[in-house]
C-alpha cells in the first residue's frame, strides 16, 4: 500500500472525545478547524459514550453496571463460543457499534454525506485492547493479564474496527484509523501487568485484521512509553503528546528516523488539553514545535522529511476538560497549522 497521496505539511485532526453534547455544535467545530474530520466521542452525552462502554457490544463475559463494565467471568463459555463463531465467520454486523452507543459516529456520516466534500482523509477511532482490559472492573486480576480474555478482546475490537472502517470508507475513500492506547503509558512500570512481549503480540494481531482494508493504521498514546517498541509494529502513524513528552520521545530518534523513511508519518499532539490555559498562543506552539524539529534534525533526521510526514493533533481527547474550552482547542490547533504553514 502507498502510504501518502501527497506531503501531510501539518495537517489536523483530532483524538475523538469531546466534552460537547450537541452533536451538531461538534461536528460544526471539528470541521471548521480540522483538515483530517473525525467522529465525535460525546461521553457527557451519555455513559455508553465512554471509552470502553461504547465497544462493548457483544463482547462476551463483559456486563455493564451502572457506569462501570464488569467481568462475568462465570458461566460465560456458551459467549465465548458465540463471538469466535462471528469472528470466524467474519461477520462484521455482529460487531458493530449501535447509534445509542455512538451516536456522533452516525451524526459524523450524515454531516459527510450533507457536505458531499471529498477530504484527503478522514478519520475513526477505538479502544485499543489494552486500555479496554484494564478499564474492566473485576473480582481479582486486571483482564489484561487473562490470555483468554486478551485474546478474544483484541480478536472483536479489530473486527469492531473493520465494520467502522467499512462505513466510514463508503463516505470518503481514504480514511485514517486509531488505536487509541493511553495504558501503553504503563509499559514498563512494575505495577502494571504489561510486557513487551505481550504489546507486540496483541497489537500484531490486531493490526493483522485492520490490514484487510486500505486505510492507514495510527496508534495514540498519550503518556510515555516505549517508542521503539511501538514503531516497529505495522503501523503508519505514531500520536503522541508533544506538549508534554517530547523530550522523552526524541531519545528515539533512530527509531524515528527509520520510521520517517519507510514513509510513516508523526502525529503531534502539541496543543495541551488538560495543560490548556487561556494565556496559550498559537506563536507559543508554532515556537516549541520548531524547536523540537530542529533537536531532530541535529540527530540526522532532514527537516523536510519531518515536515512533510507530519501531522498535529490535541495531546488528547477533550472530553474530561471543560465544555466551553473545547472550541478553543481547536482553534488554537488551526492557527497553529496556519502558522506552521506559513514558515
Not at 467522529?39 to 455508553?48: A, E, F, R, T, V
Not at 456520516?109 to 477530504?119: A, E, R
Not at 486505510?215 to 514503531?231: A, I, P, Q, S
Request: charged letters at 25%; glycine letters at 6%; hydrophobic letters at 40%.
Amino acid at each position: 500500500m502507498k502510504i501518502l497521496e501527497k506531503e501531510l505539511n501539518f495537517m489536523t485532526t483530532g483524538i475523538g472525545s469531546v466534552a460537547l453534547t450537541d452533536t451538531k455544535e461538534a461536528l460544526d467545530i471539528i470541521f471548521e478547524c480540522v483538515d483530517i474530520p473525525f467522529w465525535p466521542q460525546l461521553p457527557n452525552l451519555s455513559k455508553n459514550e465512554s471509552m470502553v462502554l461504547q465497544f462493548c457490544e457483544n463482547i462476551p463475559c463483559l456486563k455493564i453496571m451502572d457506569k462501570d463494565l464488569v467481568f462475568m467471568g462465570e458461566n460465560c463459555e456458551q459467549d465465548l463460543e458465540r463471538c469466535y463463531e462471528h469472528i470466524i465467520a467474519e461477520d462484521r454486523d455482529f460487531f458493530k457499534v449501535s447509534k445509542e452507543y455512538a451516536e456522533g459516529f452516525y451524526a459524523f456520516l450524515d454531516y459527510l454525506k450533507n457536505k458531499k466534500t471529498d477530504f484527503s482523509y478522514i478519520k475513526g477511532h477505538i479502544t485499543g485492547p489494552f486500555s479496554f482490559a484494564a478499564s474492566v472492573k473485576t473480582q481479582g486480576n486486571s483482564l489484561v493479564s487473562d490470555n483468554i480474555m486478551m485474546e478474544v478482546i483484541t480478536k472483536a475490537l479489530a473486527w469492531k474496527s473493520l465494520w467502522q472502517i467499512a462505513k466510514l470508507k463508503q463516505a470518503n475513500k481514504k480514511v485514517i484509523f486509531f488505536i487509541d492506547e493511553p495504558y501503553l503509558s504503563c509499559l514498563g512500570s512494575g505495577f502494571a501487568p504489561i510486557n513487551k512481549d505481550s504489546v507486540k503480540l496483541y497489537l500484531s494481531e490486531f493490526i493483522k485484521v485492520l490490514r484487510k482494508e486500505e486505510v492507514l493504521v495510527g496508534l495514540h498514546c498519550c503518556g510515555n512509553t516505549d517508542w521503539g517498541l511501538l514503531m516497529d509494529l505495522d503501523i503508519d502513524v505514531i500520536n503522541f503528546d508533544a506538549f508534554g513528552f517530547v523530550d522523552k520521545f526524541i531519545l528515539f530518534s533512530e527509531e524515528i528516523k527509520r520510521f520517517l523513511l519507510k514513509g510513516k508519518v508523526l502525529a503531534w499532539g502539541i496543543v495541551p488539553t488538560s495543560e490548556y490555559n487561556e494565556t496559550l498562543t498559537s506563536k507559543d506552539l508554532y515556537d516549541k514545535l520548531k524547536v523540537c524539529i530542529e533537536r531532530l534534525e541535529k540527530k540526522g533526521i532532514e527537516r523536510t522529511l519531518i515536515i512533510n510526514n507530519s501531522l498535529i493533533t490535541p495531546s488528547c481527547g477533550l472530553g474530561s476538560i471543560k465544555k466551553d474550552v473545547n472550541p478553543n482547542i481547536f482553534r488554537l490547533l488551526k492557527q497553529t497549522a496556519d502558522l506552521l504553514r506559513q514558515d
